[in-house]
């Protein structure tokens, strides 16, 4: 059977989001009524299949909330988790009851180990349990859910035993839960093709499966599981849950959709919805999400190599395997830091309006590793802060060397300068009323100069105290003005450098300056 778009309908991969169920426990994720019925609403949107909607008999809050959920979002099935007692599922179809496609989700341990320590029952208890429980939810709704809690540990006859007793209550799907993060992707794929092998009646229900990341593999166990059978991949939106959280949703759906050609798989995920999705997540927890995460994190379509950025400028797909707008990022962000190359720089000025000859853009580079061996990022604003320090250039008769300052409410302002002055070093120091009056002074003194200032001024380039500071100084002489800039994270040196680069503008603004013979 095909879909109207011809995907095969035994190739779909039902995503089932557990964000607001697995995901709330996460230490600190808590969300109100409102908040979870947003979260609904876009997952909803994003064309997640199934959404948990919660716990129902955990409180009356959560009760209400998955009722609300279940009332007002009709786009797609709405679950609620029940342990395997009548009490649990009695409230959680009370929750759903009113859901367009509603789902009751319930559950027992299979492992030995929490048969002995937590549920202390036997093995024939526990399954008694299961069954009767899947038969008593199916009574509400043919759309039942089934999971042996801790399946990674249980004994393999024991697990293949209960699934097929509850597929025969029941039980449409049928959820294998990496409970504690225990498995690695071979196991767990071998996992589910014994169940497609070893279980009679596999085949009338969805295999569906709940992995946590303790040792970081939710989402390349999920994987593993679909290459052997599985159809349904219980995920949060950013991986969040319990402990190290789930498998993350969208990591899941872009593995799927970028590796076509070996899974053969398909989901119905408007991808262009994720980072929305990962955005209003992270507004409503507060969690936020770690730089370098897949597919949401801010740096996933950042890149910073020179070598990067240059094959992306040449053809995206040398080193995107996807695209950012594939997941609703506008567009892929180009770092420019220490490691960037001529030809991102050049790309990005192109890209700003500036049309540079070879050798402006020779001197700009320089000045850009300068600058990028200060500061983390060097954002657009800094690179016109030096097109605007190089077009403001004149011939330069002085060169700012060396600048060490000495300030504080307990000393005397003092600015140690070195400037070449046509081409030989010289070094004074400088007395002021601040440090800028000091800098000035020893300016000053080395060109013996001493024009009237007009106008002097330093903005922040960008925010963040690493910013660059742009200094402005105006300098008049003969009738004549010339306003020098200069951009430095120093904004003492960027003040050296505009009032130097002032100087320089005003003896090619006057031809008839006075020479300065220095000593």
């Known amino acids: 059977m095909e879909t109207k778009e011809g995907k095969a309908e035994k190739n779909r991969v039902f995503i ?41 008999v955990a409180s009356e809050g959560d009760f209400e909330s998955v009722r609300q959920i279940a009332r007002e979002v009709r786009g797609c099935r709405i679950a609620a988790l029940a342990r395997a007692n009548f009490t649990d599922i009695d409230r959680a179809w009370e929750a759903v009851a009113e859901a367009a496609s509603p789902r009751i989700h319930t559950f027992i341990s299979s492992s030995d180990i929490h048969l002995k320590y937590q549920l202390k029952k036997s093995r024939s208890q526990v399954l008694d349990e299961a069954c009767k429980a899947v038969a008593h939810a199916c009574r509400y709704t043919k759309d039942v859910e089934f999971s042996p809690m801790d399946a990674t540990r249980s004994d393999r006859d024991y697990l293949c035993q209960m699934v097929e007793a509850v ?194 853009i020779n001197r700009i580079f320089v000045h850009f590793k300068e600058l990028a061996d200060m500061k983390k990022e060097v954002f657009d604003e800094d690179l016109e802060a030096i097109v605007y320090e190089e077009a403001s250039r004149a011939e330069e008769r002085y060169r700012f060397l060396y600048l060490n300052v000495v300030s504080g409410n307990a000393a005397v302002p003092t600015a140690t300068m070195q400037m070449e002055v046509d081409g030989k070093m010289v070094q004074e120091a400088g007395f002021g009323v601040g440090p800028v009056d000091a800098t000035f002074a020893a300016i000053r003194k080395i060109t013996k100069t001493d024009y009237p200032l007009l106008k002097y001024a330093v903005n922040a380039v960008t925010g963040g105290t690493d910013a660059q500071g742009e200094a402005t100084v105006q300098l008049k002489f003969n009738g004549r003005s010339a306003v020098g800039r200069g951009a430095h994270p120093d904004v003492l040196v960027a003040s050296a450098k505009a009032y130097i680069n002032a100087l320089n503008r005003l003896e090619w603004l006057s031809k008839d300056i006075r020479k300065v013979k220095i000593a």
């Open 16 to 56: 089932f989001d557990t964000t607001l169920r697995d995901g709330e426990q996460s230490p600190g994720a808590s969300m109100n009524p409102d908040e979870k019925l947003r979260i609904a609403r876009q997952l909803e949107k994003m064309g997640v299949d199934i959404v948990e909607a919660g716990f129902p």
């Open 167 to 360: 597929i025969a209550e029941g039980a449409t799907t049928v959820n294998i839960p990496d409970t504690v993060g225990y498995a690695i992707p071979a196991e767990f794929g071998d996992l589910i093709a014994t169940l497609f092998s070893r279980v009679k009646n596999i085949h009338q229900a969805v295999v569906s499966v709940h992995c946590h990341n303790d040792l970081g593999l939710a989402t390349a166990n999920a994987l593993a599981a679909l290459m052997n059978g599985a159809r349904q991949v219980e995920c949060t939106i950013n991986g969040i849950g319990e402990r190290a959280g789930n498998s993350a949703m969208e990591e899941v759906v872009m593995a799927v959709e970028t590796r076509k050609d070996l899974f053969g798989l398909w989901t119905g995920i408007k991808t262009e919805q994720i980072h929305k999705s990962s955005r209003l997540l992270t507004q409503i927890t507060g969690i936020n999400v770690q730089p370098n995460k897949a597919i949401v994190g801010a740096n996933a379509f950042a890149h910073e190599s020179g070598i990067h950025q240059d094959g992306l400028i040449k053809e995206k797909s040398t080193y995107e395997i996807m695209t950012p707008q594939s997941v609703g990022i506008s567009a892929t962000h180009i770092v420019l830091g220490k490691h960037s190359g001529r030809h991102a720089i050049a790309d990005r000025l192109k890209a700003m309006g500036y049309g540079l000859s070879e050798e402006e």
